[in-house]
Structure formats: structure tokens, C-alpha cells
């Protein structure tokens, strides 16, 4: 099903030029990645100690474009700089899941049922592992859609920056959260048929 994440090679083409800038600097894929988890981990933390004020939510999108092209960097500079690892993969998945939930748990405060965030949180998680699957099966990694992490992060980023706007907004969160949670079901289901189908093992 079409994701955000169809547009990313083009992304990719506008980060482009940065890379070289970045190699001559001495920065690493790996210091990409753990910049961009920390970095999430710091701005979760705001979201949750600061979350009856509009700032923080009016900047989430900003950010989470930021940590978007930060993604992007460190799979570049890896793949075309020869930086790949062992402990890239790692780092990159585990950051992937981290920086996930320590940004949309804080959605938890705004919302009258808590448990749709949280819900939607692990869902988002069980998205990743079912897409990280695929190499162990003989599949390629899964990205498909509806609510992949570049999906996630555009609409809980919109919502984000309607709450800093209209605080008034905040009340809509369970419905957004309960939405994306069957999403995100939606998302494993395709993304587990596309591993079978591929797989060399089946």
C-alpha cells in the first residue's frame, strides 16, 4: 500500500550533497544515528515535562523532519562511504524503536484514554520488527505501508502542530491514536504477506 516512505529516495537526492561535507568532518554513520536517538530521547523528555504548553508540540514537526534526514544521513553515509557494520544495523534498528517511543508516548498526556497511545506505541514497534524480519527469511526488509515510521511521523506530527495552534485539538487524540493503532495492524498484516511471499524459505 503507498507509504510516505515511496518518496524517500527522492529525500535522499537532496541530502546528497551534505555527505561529502560530512566524511571531510570526520562524522560517522554511527555517531549519525545515536545523535538522532538521543536527540529524541532529550525532545520526548521536553514533550512529557512540558506538554500543557504549546511550544513543544508546535516545534515536533521541525523535529521530526530533522531526525527524518538524520535516518536518511546514516544509511548514506553507510552504504556509499563504506561505513556499514555489525553495530550500525543495530544501532539504527534500536534507534528506529526508541526514538519512536520516546516521541509519541508523551501524546499519553493529552489523551483521555492513555492506553490508545500506549497501544499505538508498541504497535508502532511490532510494524519495525515484523519489517526487520524479512533479511532473517530470505526477504528483502519490509517498508509497506498504510503506517510506516515516515507515516507515523507526518501524523503525529500534523496533530502535534494543531495542538501548539489549537490546544482545543488535544481532545481528537484518542481517535487519532486508536485510527493509526488499526493502521499499524493493517501495516504488519502487509508487511508479514510480503515476507511470505518473497521468502525463499516458503
Do not use: C
Request: glycine letters at 8%.
Amino acid at each position: 500500500m503507498p507509504s510516505i516512505y515511496d518518496l524517500k529516495s527522492r529525500f535522499q537526492n537532496l541530502l546528497r550533497p551534505l555527505l561529502k561535507s560530512l566524511v571531510r568532518s570526520g562524522i560517522t554513520a554511527n555517531q549519525v544515528t545515536l545523535t538522532a536517538m538521543l536527540g529524541s530521547i532529550a525532545y520526548g523528555l521536553w514533550l512529557w515535562l512540558d506538554s500543557s504548553r504549546p511550544l513543544a508540540w508546535l516545534l515536533l514537526p521541525l523535529f521530526l523532519f530533522l531526525r527524518m534526514a538524520l535516518n536518511a544521513i546514516d544509511g548514506m553515509l553507510a552504504r556509499e562511504f563504506g561505513q556499514q557494520s555489525r553495530l550500525g544495523g543495530i544501532l539504527n534498528e534500536v534507534g528506529d524503536v526508541v526514538s519512536d517511543a520516546a516521541l509519541y508516548l508523551p501524546f499519553a498526556a493529552l489523551s483521555t484514554h492513555p492506553v490508545l497511545v500506549v497501544l499505538a506505541v508498541l504497535l508502532a514497534l511490532l510494524t519495525e520488527f515484523v519489517g526487520v524480519l524479512g533479511p532473517a527469511l530470505g526477504a528483502p526488509r519490509r517498508y509497506d505501508g498504510p503506517m510506516g515510521k515516515s507515516d507515523r511521523a507526518f501524523w503525529y506530527g500534523a496533530f502535534a502542530l494543531l495542538v501548539g495552534l489549537m490546544p482545543t485539538a488535544a481532545a481528537y487524540a484518542d481517535w487519532l491514536f486508536g485510527l493509526t493503532a488499526l493502521l499499524m495492524l493493517l501495516t504488519v498484516f502487509n508487511r508479514a504477506r510480503a515476507i511470505l511471499k518473497e521468502s525463499r524459505h516458503v
